[in-house]
């Protein structure tokens, strides 16, 4: 199976701070990665598939960036809303896996 | 608009068979992949596996032995079967669709699962 290894597992972080997390695959996955926003008691949302295009509806604040091995989704200038749980997930080979999560928490 | 409502059983007893479907409306049923992922309480996402409209699946290997994904055309539907739970297996179910060269955009809306001895 693939890991992947998310960095770091929780954030403390002011609004206004940029923030940057990273997953790192166990082996090559192309772009093959998305990223989730994951809110108390709801269902993931995709904010980021192909590694690094947005998806529609999500504010541009959120990007992200990587191929093959390591990838990062940054967030610029955080929002109150921006405080939940985050999560990569590579769709590259199966089985899928997931990112073990960060939790952003309010400073 | 497509939508994902999940239905199951929430509380089994060990030994016995967890069992959800996930219908989807408003949109063309084929032409995708349906997954099913879980949670356990306090933890991250395990992807379970997932079938096409064809019934071509793949599934996790750690749970290959007790695990049945299959669809229904006919009711837009994709069944879940996991036999001989344990409490390792409590955890939020939820169902997932995506395009064969992509990620999960649309999920259902969850189904909280408890195991219980």
């Known amino acids: 199976d693939i890991q992947m290894t998310q960095s770091p597992s929780s954030l403390s972080a002011s609004v206004g701070d940029r923030v940057t997390i990273t997953c790192r695959a166990s082996q090559g996955i192309r772009n093959d990665l998305a990223w989730y926003q994951q809110r108390p008691g709801k269902a993931p949302e995709r904010l980021i598939y192909a590694a690094s295009t947005l998806q529609s509806g999500v504010p541009p604040r959120f990007s992200g960036s990587g191929s093959g091995t390591e990838f990062t989704l940054t967030i610029s200038s955080l929002q109150p809303e921006d405080f939940a749980t985050y999560y990569c997930l590579q769709h590259n080979i199966y089985p899928h896996t997931f990112g073990q999560g960060t939790k952003l928490e309010i400073k | 608009q497509v939508l994902l409502h999940q239905r199951g059983a929430g509380l089994l007893k060990s030994s016995e068979t967890l069992s959800l479907t996930c219908t989807v409306y408003?949109?063309?049923?084929?032409?995708?992949?349906w997954s099913w992922i879980r949670q356990p309480p306090g933890k991250g996402l395990e992807w379970i596996g997932e079938i096409n409209h064809s019934g071509i699946s793949n599934y996790n290997v750690s749970l290959k032995s007790r695990l049945t994904i299959s669809v229904d055309t006919s009711k837009n539907q994709i069944s879940l079967s996991l036999r001989s739970v344990t409490a390792a297996d409590t955890a939020v179910y939820y169902c997932?669709?995506?395009?064969?060269?992509?990620?999960?955009?649309?999920w259902g809306q969850g189904t909280r699962v408890t195991v219980s001895s």
């Open positions: 997932a669709r995506r395009i064969l060269t992509s990620s999960p955009l649309s």
């Open positions: 408003g949109d063309l049923f084929s032409d995708y992949y």
